[in-house]
């Protein structure tokens, strides 16, 4: 089963804008980890989370986590085509399985 | 680093054929994941080898999928016999342990005729 749900399921922007992508889970996590898969292509890792930080940064990226409210925001700034892929978030419980949520279609146009 | 390698890339055959899947991971990784994703779908886990022994196969169908891992090294995922519902992308990723992210292979795409 799926733990993650990401929401929206399509996003659709102009270069330039900032595109936000949110991610639910349903049981406790030890981290939470962010991948892009472009069209036919495997997943590439983000950016990881663990239960104990609020925010981390990497270049263009912003995640947050809320324990609390068993979710996550990944924030992407100053889009470029480039960034146009799909985006997971895949949460790891308390075994060590990493389960993925469904994807955000990202599509930013130029 | 050289990356997952996976072959083939894609795969065509008859329902109740059979398939098999390679998968040589990034040196010195020890930990190697089959998932399966379907269409419009996240990656769902078929097994996790830890070097050459199985940690999770929990969701694996075993009634007709069988996966090993050589010498702790590259692996086979195998389909005997297929269904249509096993059409999906066939993806092989690596970790340097458990703990560590993913690297990913650009995956099988398996179509069932």
């Known amino acids: 089963s799926q733990q993650g749900e990401e929401d929206p399921q399509a996003l659709s922007i102009q270069e330039g804008e900032n595109a936000t992508m949110n991610c639910s889970y349903k049981?406790?996590?030890?981290?939470l980890q962010w991948y892009r898969q472009n069209s036919g292509r495997g997943l590439v890792h983000l950016i990881l989370?663990?239960?104990?930080?609020r925010e981390k940064h990497s270049g263009r990226l912003r995640v947050t986590l809320d324990t609390s409210k068993k979710s996550s925001s990944l924030l992407i700034t100053a889009s470029r085509a480039a960034d146009t892929a799909s985006y997971f978030c895949?949460?790891?419980?308390?075994?060590?399985?990493?389960?993925f949520g469904k994807g955000t279609l990202l599509t930013v146009n130029p | 680093e050289a990356g997952v390698a996976q072959s083939p890339r894609y795969k065509i055959i008859e329902k109740r054929q059979s398939v098999a899947f390679w998968c040589n991971p990034i040196?010195?990784?020890?930990?190697l994941y089959w998932y399966q994703q379907i269409l419009g779908q996240g990656p769902k886990l078929l097994i996790q080898?830890?070097?050459?022994?199985?940690?999770?196969d929990s969701q694996l169908p075993k009634d007709r999928f069988s996966a090993e891992r050589l010498k702790g090294v590259d692996s086979t995922l195998k389909i005997q016999p297929a269904k249509l519902e096993d059409s999906a992308v066939y993806l092989c990723?690596?970790?340097?342990?458990?703990?560590?992210?993913?690297?990913f292979g650009d995956g099988t795409r398996l179509s069932i005729l």
């Open positions: 895949a949460s790891r419980g308390s075994n060590y399985k990493l389960t």
């Open positions: 049981t406790s996590i030890n981290n």
């Open positions: 989370i663990r239960s104990n930080e």
């Open positions: 040196s010195g990784h020890a930990t």
């Open positions: 080898f830890q070097n050459n022994g199985v940690v999770d």
């Open positions: 990723a690596s970790s340097l342990d458990w703990e560590q992210p993913q690297h």
